[in-house]
Nanobody, 123 residues
Framework: QVQLVESGGGLVQAGGSLRLSCAASGRTFRMYCMGWFRQAPGKRREFVARSTSGGSTYYADSVKGRFTISRDNAKNTVFLQMNRLKPEDTAVYYC?????????????????WGQGTQVTVSS
């Protein structure tokens, strides 16, 4: 069983930045695809970004150019740097892990989930 713990959420003004972190347990972190998803009130959970085990990164169109996903395999941690934040970025952000290593934009591909961290962007 893999445990994922997110941190770094908070309240920020529009145009500001936040950096989310997700620490994973276990010894096979480097083999996982790590993804970030978000869920706003009354909406479905949606894909934000993912980092495959092979080092490829993918982003939702809505965050491309503003958010950057990165990972430190030595520290079992994945990050989401969020710049030029907008009020529509307000959501609970979740970290997820896919044991197969490649992941996708679908929540169904991911085996483990964190508890989420709240990001609120004020206008």
């Amino acid at each position: 069983q893999v445990q994922l713990v997110e941190s770094g959420g908070g309240l920020v003004q529009a145009g500001g930045s936040l950096r989310l972190s997700c620490a994973a347990s276990g010894r096979t972190f480097r083999m996982y695809c790590m993804g970030w998803f978000r869920q706003a009130p009354g909406k479905r959970r949606e894909f934000v970004a993912r980092s495959t085990s092979g080092g490829s990164t993918y982003y939702a169109d809505s965050v491309k150019g503003r958010f950057t996903i990165s990972r430190d395999n030595a520290k079992n941690t994945v990050f989401l740097q969020m710049n030029r934040l907008k009020p529509e970025d307000t959501a609970v952000y979740y970290c997820a892990a896919d044991r197969m290593g490649y992941g996708s934009r679908s929540t169904y591909e991911y085996d483990y989930w964190g508890q989420g961290t709240q990001v609120t962007v004020s206008s």
